[in-house]
C-alpha cells in the first residue's frame, strides 16, 4: 500500500516538472497535479493494454513508435478528465507523456 502511495506521489511530482520542460502543458495547482497522476495511472493501467492490443500490427510496422502516439492519447485523455489540467495540442501531449515518463523513471530511481 505505501508502495503505491509513493509511486502515485512521484507520478505527482513528474507531472508537475513535466510541465515546467514542455510548452503547452499546464496544471492549476499541486492538487490538480495529484488527480491527474491518479487518472494517468488507471488509464495507464486499465485502457492503455486494450489499445496496445489492437495497434500491435501497427506497432510492429512503427517499430514500437506508434506506442509514443498511445502515451499521447493516455496524457490527453487524462487532461479531458482531469479539470484544471490542459494540453494545447496532441503534439504536446505526446512530447508530455514522452518526458513525463522519463522524469517518472529517473525519479523512481531516486526515491523507490
Known sequence: MIGLLA??????????????????????SPW???????????????????????????????LGLFTLVINGLMLSLTAHLVPGFSIRSFGSAVIGALVLSVI?????????
Open 7 to 28: 509511486r502515485w506521489l512521484i507520478n505527482a511530482l513528474a507531472l508537475i516538472l513535466t510541465t515546467l520542460f514542455v510548452r503547452g502543458l499546464h496544471l492549476a
Open 32 to 62: 490538480t497535479a495529484l488527480s491527474a497522476a491518479l487518472i494517468w495511472g488507471l488509464a495507464n493501467t486499465l485502457i492503455r493494454p486494450i489499445l496496445s492490443f489492437f495497434t500491435l500490427p501497427l506497432q510492429f510496422l512503427t
Open 104 to 112: 517518472s523513471i529517473i525519479l523512481s530511481h531516486i526515491f523507490a
